[in-house]
């Protein structure tokens, strides 16, 4: 075990960070329980559920364990009747949702690895697990996914970063706790670099 | 047999609303042909469609009885083409709409619990059988999905009552008939309560 | 072999079209790099992604021939970085996007009839294979799919056309390469037709 907790820790992390996201956006489209829920729900398992599709891991791993889905919706039902759970958020999910990016991409890259996908591919499932998410949280917010615009400061950089560097790693026989943890915290560094120092990626000549 | 008519008829009952509906949004859209008969086959077909993705159970369930695509697509050109059929629509698909709900919530959850998933999550299956097909259509127009709007008279409430009725009374052991009809009566009624007394879900403080 | 190198450069034809489709969209919304190549993806593998989906087909295509998943990304960062690319592209993309619809319609209708579907859901796995990655692209880009626009000129309706050629050729017996380049030529065709005469499908009453 050793490095179990430490990983189902930052995965609860990530997956109540998402479904607190989730519940924002919806609160600001006027949504009422059923749609924080359902959106909240989506943020924190859409990634992870469109990976497993991909893959063919059915059936998708929150229907295996449910805690992810239990999680999100406590999360959600909780931060939709708080207002003060609200107010802090936009600040204060800024780690939580590092560490969930970070995990979710290292998970995603994982999974493509031992579905024996090439590394290439493998570096898309992190990606896709890491942000895909937010991208249908958007939609059903009807509103362009904010990952996608050029205002947006590096975010499906940092989860394409840290996949490369977890794959690379279990690539050349590190072990899997430790290229996890690695991987996690190039994300986690990038992400915070990103925010503090407001960096985006070029624009088009 | 017995009741498979009955359950026959009130599943095609539903595909034909849903497909009504779908006509109806993407005819207030400014959409051909095309687009009100992908609209249609979408929101008719759609919850179905994403449950049999989630739990795994490929071909999805339209692709093995095309009988249900076959009937949505019938029933959009003709609702695209009749303009009386459109003017009827709003108030006269309340009904076929509401049994449709309960038809599609009782099967999600049955199919739930027979590919062995805990009660949580087939009441799920239940949920997004029965509405995802409308968030869809709603995506696919461009709007935010109705069921998720603070306005919107409960929907996903029903369809999520219904389910856990169902699910409860095939756990004790009733028969599948008996605890479908009374799953699909308990979806129903809930939602002509609704409409009639405008009742929405509490807003946040 | 013979037609082999033919179809495959259809095929790649197809989806360099899709992804440029991808990129002019995804500029035109302001986003940066990473939505432009994520909308250049999707659009160009998004068809055949729900395909394999619905019908079972994991894991999906291009994870299994990453060769598509690379063109796409390559063509997506030249187009984006190129104002020359961009420039030139919407009466240049005509006919390359027109012979990867061709293409994906007849891929779509032949994986349809090897899974041994009906041949009425072969032609729908055709159509959805043709377009469903232009919905994809417009539904993240915040906007109606375009295909589903009265003022779009066919284009569902060329895909339909030639799958429906492709299977009924297959049906009686034609060999595979004879009926794709038949059903391939038949989308083109009519494509074209309706692009220079500006066809537009009948309006409702």
Redesign the interface.
């Known amino acids: 075990m050793g490095t179990d907790w430490l990983m189902a820790t930052i995965a609860y992390l990530g997956v109540g960070a998402a479904a607190v996201s989730g519940v924002v956006e919806?609160?600001r489209?006027?949504?009422?329980?059923?749609?924080a829920v359902?959106?909240a729900l989506i943020t924190a398992l859409g990634g992870g559920?469109i990976r497993d599709?991909?893959?063919?891991r059915?059936?998708?791993f929150?229907?295996v364990e449910?805690a992810y889905?239990?999680l999100a919706l406590v999360v959600a039902v909780f931060t939709?009747?708080s207002?003060r759970l609200l107010t802090l958020t936009s600040r204060s999910i800024l780690i939580p949702d590092a560490l969930g990016l970070g995990m979710f991409s290292i998970l995603g890259a994982g999974f493509g690895l031992q579905?024996g996908?090439?590394l290439?591919?493998a570096s898309?499932m992190g990606v896709i697990t890491g942000v895909f998410g937010g991208?249908l949280r958007d939609?059903?917010?009807?509103?362009?996914?904010v990952?996608?615009?050029?205002s947006?400061t590096l975010?499906?950089?940092c989860s394409l970063a840290g996949s490369w560097v977890y794959i690379l790693l279990i690539y050349y026989h590190i072990s899997g706790p430790v290229a996890s943890i690695i991987g996690i915290a190039v994300v986690v560094t990038i992400r915070l670099i990103a925010v503090r120092y407001n960096l985006?990626?070029?624009?088009?000549?």
């Open positions: 919806a609160r489209h006027e949504m009422d329980i059923v749609g359902a959106v559920t599709l991909l893959l063919g059915t059936p998708v929150w229907i449910e889905a239990i939709f009747y207002t579905s996908t090439s290439f591919i898309l991208i939609v059903l917010c009807n509103q362009i996914p990952v996608f615009a050029r947006t975010y499906a950089t985006r990626l070029p624009d088009p000549a």
